[in-house]
């Protein structure tokens, strides 16, 4: 999944939880911010992993979008990390069950969106600048839902 659609996800989930008066919008921000950083493990191991450009946003974009020159993905995204962040999450909600909501909404939905495989025969692919971007037809189809469902939660 692209970084939109991790964000637009946890996001619009809370910001439902706003309209019912159950959450804050910062706590939506944080939900949908904590979607996209979950990939930061991407920037790790390129730094790890790559000969060149270690230190290279683009070169770790690209690497991750269209070359797969090596994993990208560390513990944090299979079942290790899943259990390690829900025994942090479980200690934190003792402290703050609304901080601990907004966490997990942006850590799970980002490894089942991961995991839902929204790749699919029909991908659209394009050079932005330097970034190659790749999207599937399913992905720009939830995303473009996300967005619509989002326009109509801010005109209620």
């Not at 090596?70 to 390690?84: E, L, P």
Request: aromatic share 14%.
């Amino acid at each position: 999944m692209d970084p939109q659609t991790h964000f637009l996800f946890p996001f619009t989930l809370s910001v439902i939880l706003v309209k019912l008066n159950l959450f804050s919008w910062k706590l939506a921000l944080l939900a949908g911010i904590v979607g996209v950083i979950v990939d930061l493990d991407h920037y790790v191991e390129q730094i790890a992993h790559a000969k060149t450009n270690r230190f290279s946003l683009t070169a770790t974009w690209n690497n991750a979008v269209r070359f797969h020159r090596f994993n990208q993905r560390s513990f944090i995204h299979d079942g290790i990390g899943a259990i390690i962040v829900t025994l942090v999450l479980l200690v934190l909600a003792f402290f703050s069950g609304q901080i601990t909501l907004a966490l997990g909404f942006g850590y799970y939905s980002h490894l089942l969106l991961d995991y839902a495989r929204l790749k699919h025969e029909k991908e659209f692919c394009w050079k932005l600048g330097v970034f190659y971007m790749k999207e599937s037809e399913l992905e720009f189809i939830l995303d473009a839902l996300l967005i619509v469902v989002l326009l109509i939660l801010f005109l209620i």
